[in-house]
């Protein structure tokens, strides 16, 4: 069974830093790409980023370009986003989310790991 | 970027209903369009992708059909766990797109 694990998502202030995990089991990590999506409370789903299975390949939302970073670790089939230069706006539940081999199909989903940018 | 427009944004139904939701493409994407069901608190789940393809375990109540530009969601009889919302996305190219979502409710 696919498992997708978030961690890491917390109360922070605006300017303020965060990294979120991901961690995954129940499948070969290292054999599929890995995007991270959010849901600001109360709204629709927002792309964020997405990472190839050999990390070749990084795409960002403009909306997070340059503040956020994706990562991931096939070692520890885990998956990362390093969050800078937070704010308000980045108050989101955000999932990791697989991508079936070779599309850009969002099979299976994590619960989602809370982040709360406010002073 | 591909702007997905979804129809209705709200949607009130019965048990037993058949109901059918709109996704509009800004450009054509082929049949590069998967739907998702949310429900309150828990992380969205694929129904359906490449705009007709019912994704394993999903019943057969649901559909999808379209491409290009004008995608649409079936569901065919409406039953008690289908009340959700429901996002179309764009599986073209990146930056990937979502719809702003359809809430359906129990009337």
């Known amino acids: 069974e696919v498992q997708l694990l978030e961690s890491g998502g917390s109360l922070v202030q605006p300017g303020g830093s965060l990294r979120l995990s991901c961690a995954a089991s129940g499948f070969t990590f290292s054999n599929y790409a890995m995007n991270w999506v959010r849901q600001a409370p109360g709204k629709g789903l927002e792309w964020v980023s997405v990472?190839?299975?050999?990390?070749?390949?990084?795409y960002y939302a403009d909306s997070v370009k340059g503040r956020f970073t994706i990562s991931r670790d096939n070692s520890k089939t885990t998956l990362y986003l390093q969050m800078n230069s937070l704010r308000d706006e980045d108050t989101a539940i955000y999932y990791c989310?697989?991508?079936?081999?070779?599309?850009?199909?969002?099979?299976?989903w994590g619960q989602g790991t809370l982040v709360s940018v406010s002073s | 970027d591909i702007q997905l427009t979804q129809s209705p944004s709200f949607l009130s139904a019965s048990v037993g209903d058949r109901v059918t939701i709109t996704c509009r493409a800004s450009q054509g994407i082929s049949s590069y369009l998967a739907w998702y069901q949310q429900k309150p608190g828990k992380a969205p789940k694929l129904l359906i992708y490449?705009?007709?393809t019912l994704q394993s375990g999903v019943p057969s109540r649901f559909s999808g059909s379209g491409s290009g530009t004008e995608f649409t969601l079936t569901i065919s009889s409406l039953q008690p766990e289908d009340f959700a919302t429901y996002y179309c996305?764009?599986?073209?190219?990146?930056?990937?797109?979502f719809g702003q979502g359809t809430r359906l409710e129990i009337k």
């Open positions: 990472i190839s299975d050999n990390s070749v390949y990084i």
């Open positions: 490449a705009a007709s």
């Open positions: 989310a697989r991508a079936a081999p070779d599309t850009r199909i969002l099979d299976s």
């Open positions: 996305q764009q599986h073209n190219t990146y930056p990937i797109t």
